[in-house]
């Protein structure tokens, strides 16, 4: 079944009218009258219509069900992500929604070598939440993730601490694995936050530990920046009952 | 500790010299006299050295002691990817190779719109036999995994039936989860099937169950061709125990 976002708002005793992207996408999918799509909020809610009418500019669909989305997860899972080099973050920021992911978060570390401006951060934030809507919508999320940029590796360790859970991964720690700290208390939400190409500095792990983050390894194998926040996802929502 | 793959041969008497590709890498890491490196054979031995001459075009190595590498799994996952379009199955081979796997085959199935010829293949295999021995190498493994090509979807499915546990991921599937099929039986290795853009085609799932595949679903959510993979590796390793 084709799925489109909207705002429930669009809505109306029953009725909504795709216009714009989506009816060019209803367009490009060439839907007739009589066929079924979902709407979906972004914010949990969906939608079962079906068409009415297919014109070229717009399309008419009347509502046959509301329901809460089916596809979401029962685990809240943050990304925190140190900012990689080149267009690491988008690749991230797409396979992390089709995985489930609820937030991902950029933070600048002491290794990073990329640290995009003020000026360039508003242009690059509307991009990155639109890889994050258009992956939520192929994949069949109920929601869209946020995507949010912080200014300081403080204030993400901050923001990660006041999950239920908050995870560092650290190539220098051996003894504490992901399954311990997945086990070691019940949880519905959960951060996940990984370091830069050149990993994270020593005071920096620290920092974490006081800040009640838990350091954990994700196994002996040394990860690139962008494998280990999507491995340690796929992990989660694996232990969380996914699949 | 830096580390470079070599043949086993090479030693002689206790002593090796880095040339080529290996020398100059170690150039570029400016390696001095009385630091160690670690050398590995790709098939699961390594050596701790310590360099005795650093010259331009060769830098001279002495073995200080011989084991078996530490960084292999338990378990041996091998990824069967059917022929994705574009780069994707390099990046899925980088990618599998950082995450433990053993082998990546590629073959084709109905829907596949990406099949190489005869004539480039070759080239193909020789390029993705150089990827995953470059990130063999950056990741810290012990083995350069094996990147194989299979001229049918009926000889990828005898092939991967072959190992302990062998799994087919797909998108219809709702009742029988991942986890069920890990928690079915012991197992040492485990093959791990996925399908291309359009996805498989029903009879090749029935193909697959006769040949005593089990199909299981990655979650409610749609994965693309080069997630499922990575994502399923990555919960199969953690399953395993190795994070």
């Not at 990329?114 to 069949?140: C, M, N």
């Not at 601490?161 to 939400?189: C, W």
Request: charged share 25%; hydrophobic share 40%; glycine share 6%.
């Amino acid at each position: 079944m084709a799925r489109f976002f909207i705002n429930a708002s669009d809505i109306q005793s029953g009725q909504v009218t795709l216009t714009g992207s989506n009816a060019s996408h209803a367009r490009v999918l060439r839907l007739k009258a009589g066929e079924q799509v979902l709407l979906c909020d972004g914010t949990g809610m969906e939608w079962i219509c079906d068409v009415q009418d297919s014109g070229l500019d717009a399309v008419t669909l009347k509502v046959l069900e509301e329901r809460k989305s089916t596809s979401e997860a029962s685990v809240e899972v943050h990304i925190y992500m140190a900012f990689p080099k080149g267009d690491k973050l988008e690749h991230v920021i797409q396979k992390a929604t089709e995985l489930g992911a609820t937030k991902i978060v950029a933070f600048p570390s002491a290794r990073c070598v990329s640290r995009p401006d003020e000026k360039s951060l508003k242009k690059k934030l509307e991009r990155w939440q639109k890889i994050a809507a258009s992956a939520a919508e192929q994949s069949g999320r109920g929601i869209v993730p946020a995507v949010e940029v912080l200014p300081s590796y403080a204030k993400a360790l901050e923001q990660a601490s006041k999950t239920d859970l908050a995870i560092l991964f650290y190539e220098n720690e051996h003894a504490t694995t992901l399954r311990m700290a997945l086990e070691s208390k019940s949880f519905h939400s959960v951060s996940l936050m990984t370091g830069p190409e050149g990993g994270l500095e020593e005071k920096e792990v620290d920092q974490a530990s006081e800040a009640g983050l838990q350091v954990c390894t994700l196994g002996s194998r040394i990860l690139r920046c962008e494998t280990a926040p999507l491995c340690a996802l796929s992990a989660v929502m694996y232990a969380a009952g996914e699949f």
